[in-house]
């Protein structure tokens, strides 16, 4: 709520990239990028989601 905000725009005066929030819904820790308000490993996560799709989409466009 009302603290995440004032955190993150501290964190974003002082030029931070990563500010201590409150906990994601999914119940990962406090780390928060400063400039989106995501959740760190909720963003790590999807990352590796995205890469491990375009890698097997990739692997079978090679086999036809």
């Given amino acids: 709520g009302e ?4 955190a993150r725009l501290l964190a974003a005066q002082a030029g931070i ?15 928060r990028y400063t400039s989106s308000g995501q959740c760190v490993k909720c963003c ?15 692997k079978s466009n090679l086999k036809h």
């Fill in 17 to 31: 990239q990563r500010f201590q929030g409150s906990a994601c819904s999914r119940g990962h820790g406090h780390e």
């Fill in 3 to 6: 603290c995440m905000k004032n």
């Fill in 44 to 58: 790590s996560i999807n990352a590796e989601k995205r890469v491990n799709t375009i890698r097997s989409t990739l």
